[in-house]
């Protein structure tokens, strides 16, 4: 059941990615799933039990059938009362599970932003969120927990009565012998004891039953929202990538973030998105990447068009890197690679690559140099290396197409600069796409486009722009370069 739902979450897609809540996904996978596994094994011994229950039900018949059919029936009866404490465990092991999903997804919170939430003393606000989420877990486990032992607790008494009172019955009213009785009883006394066990399994495969309702809901999720199983492979780039036409928007709202985009992207060229918040420039990167696919109009590959059977083709060949840099909890050598394997060829790519992205004096000054640490989110390195050891990932990859995603925005003058300068090494031999608010990142691009509500506004040089855009030359004044 795991497999499956690592495979599904593998597998969506990456708007139905963004609009699942995070806690969830990983309380699921990793605590719902260990609930649903044990209401498995507990519904196992529960047919286990009443399989030997029927056997010795069968001999009892056979022994004195009126006497068990009597012992049946009061069961039956008894078994009301139960459904009703199992209803009540069933329910609250369902809420359990969701409440379950609220906590995961705010500690998740608490833990990206610590830093803010520790330095404006926050934290002690949101304690109070986290600690009532607690208590509402708290709160559902007493509840299922009473009614289980309450459940046991009743359970050899009203088996205990029922069986004296038919025993009563058979005795005064209808005159059976002691020995008859005695006989079958020894048939009940192997019945009740799988009765019992039945009856402990079932309570406790209900009160798992919401890990299983939860995995459950999750798994069907990720298959309605799946990407295409079928995948058709897509030629290297070798001239262009094409947008024709255009069109897109959002499930959320139907307005067009992209509206009759149309534009070519030449091998090897630098070209950059420029814009206000909301003109569409992360959208058309995001396309770019393959993760969002045309509403109308074509983006072309060497004049193959990407469909969804061959976004995962077309993937392989971009590297990506963001205003936040992915940097992973290992070393910077299996940061920069991946995860390969320590060969003479991996070594030497290792280092040529980190030299072009200036980074080989501050590995060689590390304790272990390559095999040095870097924590989570690359907590020990500066936000500049973080950057930088993303632009290295991609380089190392031979990536084809390199988008960069506001990658200078968040960093200080002088690392801006060394990352601008490992970009106009890059120039020329890349395809280069880069989303900035800074101008003076995209100022030596091949072709600038300027974004103004998902159209195309103006398009050209630098100091085209500036001669033919008002927009433009305002955006450049204001930034004081």
């Known amino acids: 059941m795991r497999m499956q739902l690592v495979n599904g979450l593998c597998n969506i897609s990456y708007p139905a990615f963004v609009n699942i809540d995070l806690g969830r996904i990983q309380n699921v996978i990793t605590a719902e799933i260990g609930k649903a596994g044990g209401a498995l094994l507990a ?25 068990a059919l009597l012992i049946t029936v009061a069961g039956l009866l008894s078994g009301f009362i139960y459904r009703i404490i199992n209803k009540k465990v069933e329910t609250s ?40 989420l607690v208590n509402e877990v708290e709160d559902l486990t007493m509840k299922m927990g009473k009614l289980n032992a309450i459940s046991g607790a009743l359970r050899e008494p009203v088996t205990i009565g029922i069986v004296a009172a038919v025993i009563f019955v058979q005795v ?28 402990n399994s079932w309570q406790g495969f209900l009160t798992s039953s919401g890990g299983i309702h939860t995995v459950r809901e999750l798994y069907n999720e990720f298959e309605e929202k799946v990407e295409s199983r079928q995948q058709e492979d897509v030629p290297q780039l070798t001239r262009e990538i094409q947008f024709k036409n255009v069109v897109f928007s959002y499930d959320s709202d139907p307005r067009p973030v992209l509206n009759g985009i149309s534009l070519t992207i030449e091998k090897n060229k630098t070209i950059a998105f420029v814009g206000e918040s909301g003109s569409g420039k992360t959208t058309l990167v995001n396309m770019l990447a393959g993760l969002l696919i045309p509403g109308k109009g074509q983006l072309l590959i060497d004049g193959v068009q990407l469909t969804p059977k061959r976004v995962r083709s077309f993937r392989r060949m971009i590297g990506y890197i963001t205003q936040e840099p992915v940097v992973f909890n290992d070393t910077v050598f ?57 632009i290295a990932r991609e ?37 280069i796409v880069i989303i900035a608010h800074r101008l003076s990142t995209v100022r030596k691009a091949d072709e600038i486009y300027l974004l103004e509500n998902g159209e195309i ?10 001669e033919l855009s008002p927009k433009f030359r305002k955006m450049v004044e204001l930034q004081e370069f």
């Open 457 to 466: 506004a103006a398009s050209g040089s630098f100091q085209d722009l500036q």
């Open 172 to 199: 005064v009213l209808f005159e059976v012998s002691m020995f008859s009785i005695a006989l079958i009883l020894v048939f009940f006394y192997r019945s009740l004891t799988s009765l019992l066990s039945l009856q």
């Open 334 to 390: 299996n940061n920069v690679t991946f995860g390969m394997d320590k060969t003479p060829e991996n070594i030497e790519k290792f280092w040529d690559v980190i030299a072009k992205t200036a980074l080989t004096e501050t590995i060689q000054r590390m304790p272990n140099e390559e095999d040095s640490l870097l924590g989570d989110n690359g907590v020990l390195i500066s936000g500049g290396q973080k950057q930088r050891i993303s």
């Open 93 to 132: 092991s369902l809420s359990q599970s969701i409440i379950g999903n609220g906590l995961q997804s705010k500690v998740l919170e608490s833990v990206w932003n610590y830093k803010y939430l520790k330095a404006t003393d926050l934290i002690a606000r949101y304690r109070v969120k986290l600690v009532g």
């Open 43 to 67: 519904y196992l011994s529960t047919l286990q039990a009443a399989i030997t229950l029927s056997g010795y039900l069968v001999l009892a018949f056979v022994a004195n059938f009126r006497f």
């Open 395 to 431: 380089l190392f990859r031979d990536c084809s197409l390199l988008l960069m995603d506001e990658a200078t925005s968040a960093l200080d003058s002088e690392n801006e600069r060394i990352i601008q300068a490992n970009i106009n090494e890059l120039k020329g031999k890349y395809t």
